[in-house]
């Protein structure tokens, strides 16, 4: 039996948060094997990076369409090649964010799952807003694994609209891969994310204390805290929680990577504000009784029809993501008065 196979019900896994160089595939990829050598050294199954981990990510906002494509790669190129091709020396689930080619010339936000027995699976993000030659995903993903568990995969703002989550759940994923780019943005909304200061990440080795502060404050750990262990507990699935830190572009990334368990606590996590790795054994025992699966049988699924009714008032994701039009309380629909 070698160090990746274990006789009980625990899955190792691994989440690391980690600067990437814009559009610096040799460099970022680089990183992504010094980490997948030291989870595999750690005797981990699972490691999971960031969102768009191959390029960066909140620069790419700016460059032309004809440069995006130019950055792009179909899921079967060299970069996605490399990173299987690790999956299989160490005998890990490698989770990789990248600018996919897709196949009518179209550009996605996608992650790449590339597993220890070869096969590589895809997720194109479902809400992508980062620009406008970047579309959106149009499936859910879950696959089978050589441990015999189900995972999933959601990107960034795919996991804040629940209907995601649970329909994740539902096709049978108990672990959930989240790579992010997330914290100190600047949200519309008056009690959302805020910038973390750039000085404060300057002056990281200096005063480390003020920038692990804001870290773990309302624009980094705290606003997280709001909703991600929800997504664990009401869906009784586990999370493997993956986000840049550092500098992206003109906002300052919080790191926080985390794995958390199908009850919503807190496994392991770092708020250090530097790339690191955090690890955890996922003890698969817990999810036949957990809160989130008796929920889900629970459900009473003739009652939701209205989750994809179309109310006439639906926006792209780009549009949704960044507009400051006020959100009605209330709508009229067929005559009844139904809260929002």
Same mark, same amino acid.
């Given at each position: ?11 190792r896994?691994?989440?690391?948060q ?7 595939k ?19 199954q699972v490691?999971v990076f960031?969102e !768009? ?11 032309p369409?004809?440069? *995006? ?8 190129g ?41 096969k590589?699976h ?14 959106s ?7 089978p694994?050589?441990?015999g ?14 209907e995601?989550?649970?329909?994740t ?6 672990? *959930? ?9 600047h949200s519309?909304?008056?009690h ?11 002056r ?37 929680f ?10 300052i990334?919080?790191?926080?990577? !985390?794995?958390l ?14 790339d690191? !790795?955090?690890t ?28 994809t009714?179309?109310f ?9 993501r960044f ?6 309380l209330?709508r ?6 139904t809260?929002?």
């Open positions: 039996m070698n160090q990746n196979q274990r006789p009980d019900r625990t899955l896994s691994a989440s690391v980690f600067e990437s160089r814009r559009d610096d040799a460099y970022n990829l680089a990183t992504i094997e010094y980490y997948a050598r030291l989870a595999a050294v750690g005797g981990a490691v960031p !768009m981990c191959l390029l960066g990510y909140w620069h790419l906002r700016n460059h369409a004809e440069w *995006l494509r130019a950055l792009a790669e179909p899921l079967d060299p970069s996605v090649a490399t990173v299987r091709d690790l999956a299989i020396e160490h005998g890990l689930a490698i989770g990789v964010g990248f600018l996919e080619a897709g196949e009518n010339g179209d550009l996605f936000n996608s992650y790449a799952v590339c597993l220890p027995d070869g590589v895809r997720h194109r993000k479902l809400h992508a807003f980062e620009h406008p030659a970047i579309s995903g149009r499936s859910y993903t879950v696959f694994t050589p441990w568990v189900r995972m999933g995969v959601l990107i960034c703002w795919d996991n804040n609209l629940v995601n989550p649970r329909a759940a539902l096709l049978g994923a108990s672990v *959930l891969l989240a790579p992010h780019q997330t914290g100190g943005t519309r909304s008056p959302g994310m805020r910038p973390v200061p750039a000085e404060l990440w300057a990281r080795h200096t005063d480390p204390a003020a920038i692990e502060a804001a870290f773990r404050g309302p624009h980094g750990r705290g606003w997280l805290m709001r909703w991600l262990p929800a997504r664990a507990h009401d869906n009784g699935m586990f999370v493997v993956s986000n840049g830190v550092g500098v992206d572009d003109d906002e990334r919080t790191g926080n990577a !985390m794995i368990d199908p009850y919503g606590r807190v496994l392991a996590e770092t708020w250090v504000a530097e690191a !790795m955090v955890a054994d996922l003890d698969l025992d817990l999810l036949p009784l957990s809160t989130g699966r008796r929920w889900i049988q629970g459900r009473r699924p003739e009652l939701y029809g209205i989750l009714r179309r006439g008032d639906e926006r792209d994701p780009r549009s949704a507009t400051t039009d006020p959100v009605p209330v009229e629909q067929e005559g009844n008065a809260k929002r």
